[in-house]
């Protein structure tokens, strides 16, 4: 059953696929107002993968720094030649639910990264499957003590 705070965000980072033939950060993702549990990943790909392939979900607890950036906490996603395509089929669509939803403050952000690149997919799509989680700016403010506020008029 699907919740009204429920949704799906699309992790473009400005470009319509991401290339997974080559290493490396491909996309980010994070809330600026409202905290957000992430409850699954889910992944398009175009082409039958060429050999296994990994995908990871960071966490970089500063926006665009890799300070204390942790590895694969988020999610990690093996793709696998076995997720077939047939020539004039519509995408495979690889899902992954986390065992427990992860949250994510304001001010943090996800990095999907490839470690193993997979050959052959080179025109992926990611996103999330989301739910905000609504708290007022001060009890936000309390859970994650590392971020900063500043409250403008």
Known sequence: ?????RYEVP????IAVLDLTSTGDKAYWG????PHLIHMVAVAI?????DAGV???????TRDSD???TDGTVFVINLATSHTITGG???KVIYHKLTTPFLIY????VAVEVTDASASVDEAKISFWVEAVWEPPININQLAPTMTMVATT
């Open 46 to 50: 175009d082409a039958t993968p060429g």
């Open 55 to 61: 995908i990871k979900g960071d966490l970089r607890l």
């Open 31 to 34: 809330p600026l107002c409202v």
């Open 67 to 69: 300070t204390n950036r």
């Open 106 to 109: 304001p001010g943090q952000e």
């Open 11 to 14: 992790m473009t980072s400005g």
């Open 89 to 91: 089929s519509v995408s």
């Open 1 to 5: 059953m699907y919740t009204n705070a």
